[in-house]
């Protein structure tokens, strides 16, 4: 079992910055893919940013230039830079992790959430 827990949501006026945390412990084996989702109240969750593996980190376009997503392996920790708020951004923010455990079986773990409201 992996665990993810965030932190760093909070309350900030529209052109402001926050940096999300997401801190993984447990049995961490191989991530396949990290990434950020988030939901607004009455919505769907959705897409944010993910890195895949080694590869180049993907985003939402609604977030493009504005968001970076980035990992400390050696802390096992995910990053979300995030500039430029808009109140649209207000959402509940949550870590996604696609792991492969040790008995190489495939797992989708997800984080508590973090609250981030942006006020106009």
């Known amino acids: 079992q992996v665990q993810l827990v965030e932190s760093g949501g909070g309350f900030v006026q529209a052109g402001g910055s926050l940096r999300l945390s997401c801190q993984a412990s447990?049995?961490?084996?191989?991530?396949?893919?990290l990434g950020w989702f988030r939901q607004a109240p009455g919505k769907s969750r959705e897409f944010v940013a993910a890195i895949v593996g080694g590869g180049s980190p993907n985003y939402a376009d609604s977030v493009k230039g504005r968001f970076t997503i980035s990992r400390d392996s050696a802390k096992n920790t995910l990053y979300l830079q995030m500039n430029s708020l808009k109140p649209e951004d207000t959402a509940v923010y949550y870590c996604?992790?696609?792991?492969?455990?040790?008995?190489?079986?495939?797992?989708?773990?997800w984080g508590q959430g973090t609250q981030v409201t942006v006020s106009s």
């Open positions: 447990g049995a961490i084996f191989m991530f396949n893919r």
């Open positions: 996604n992790a696609d792991h492969t455990d040790s008995d190489w079986t495939r797992r989708n773990y």
